[in-house]
């Protein structure tokens, strides 16, 4: 890519973004209008994990409806598989990639880029990118339940930092992702100037039901052995409860990633092999809650 004229630069690129989604009636809606936006709702495909909730009928874009389990050798390996088999045939076509889960929303720094096309054209010359990841955490005393009618983050204002997150989930080369998509085989590194928010813990009502249908898919198998997937929605609440806890709301300061030491997070796992670092629990018991910027507070 290096080499490449001021025109070929300043020209979107193509870019397809895929996620996975099961019976999320809630943000399934809200996923597709954000990238539908960003990239255009004929380039997003939603490979439908067995929904029966009626949240994948008459979608917009593209839905792969996938087959019943038990998939080999497991679920998140035959995922992995899956989705590393369909991007790299993408790749034909596309010039960009990128694979979220449905509660994961990547947004450009307003004060630096128009959305994420603009961004991906600004930064042709990198093969693999991973967001800054936060998480964004209700704080009930504070923020009432979400309106599905208003925008998310005019809604929510509180975040941490969550480093173990910090996924490379946007590439242009045919590399492959491991490990629940947290690393690749290929470098890369974290772009401050790309938040990825992670809303598993944007309301409490909707934590208590995506923790109660992954504790049961967890029991199908579904899920990575280690992940919060085991956790039942009792013990989730609690600890996005103690959380948000702070003494004085109005001092919590805004969220500056020029606070944080990033060059840990990435780590090397072999010769071609690089992933993101960071138990996400203990990240959250452990980093300062912060105040998501009002510039970002429109994107969604």
Same mark, same amino acid.
């Given at each position: 890519? %290096? ?41 997003? %495909? ?10 994948? #009928?008459?979608? /917009? ?37 990128? @694979? ?23 930064? @042709? ?14 704080? /009930? ?48 590194? %974290? #772009? ?62 805004? @969220? ?31 980093? /300062? ?12």
């Amino acid at each position: 890519m %290096i080499g490449r004229s001021e025109a070929d630069q300043a020209r979107v690129p193509r870019v397809v973004v895929l996620t996975m989604a099961r019976d999320e009636a809630e943000l399934l809606p809200r996923w597709v209008d954000y990238y539908g936006r960003q990239v255009g709702v004929d380039n997003l %495909i939603v490979l439908d994990d067995n929904s029966a909730d009626g949240s994948t #009928d008459d979608l /917009p874009c593209m839905r792969l409806r996938l087959p019943p389990g038990p998939w080999q050798p497991s679920w998140a390996q035959a995922r992995l598989d899956l989705v590393n088999g369909l991007s790299r045939g993408l790749l034909a076509c596309y010039e960009v990639v990128v @694979f979220v889960d449905i509660d994961e929303f990547l947004v450009p720094d307003p004060a630096h880029y128009d959305g994420l096309a603009d961004y991906l054209a600004k930064n @042709f010359d990198r093969d693999v990118i991973a967001p800054l990841a936060v998480n964004v955490l209700h704080k /009930p005393s504070l923020e009432p339940a979400l309106d599905p009618t208003q925008p998310l983050l005019a809604q929510r204002r509180f975040v941490k930092f969550a480093p173990g997150m910090c996924k490379p989930l946007l590439k242009r080369k045919p590399a492959d992702w491991f490990r629940s998509f947290h690393g690749i085989q290929a470098p890369f590194e %974290i #772009d401050p100037e790309l938040l990825m928010l992670h809303l598993k813990y944007c309301d409490v009502s909707l934590l208590t039901k995506v923790s109660q249908d992954r504790h049961l898919w967890h029991h199908e198998g579904r899920g990575h052995p280690s992940s919060a997937w085991a956790f039942g929605s009792n013990e989730l609440a609690s600890r996005l409860s103690s959380w948000v806890q702070t003494p004085d709301e109005q001092r919590v300061q805004e @969220f500056d990633p020029s606070e944080l030491n990033l060059s840990t997070v990435v780590r090397r796992k072999g010769e071609r092999r690089f992933r993101s670092h960071g138990p996400q629990l203990s990240a959250m018991e452990r980093n /300062p809650l912060r105040r998501l910027p009002e510039r970002f507070r429109t994107a969604f």
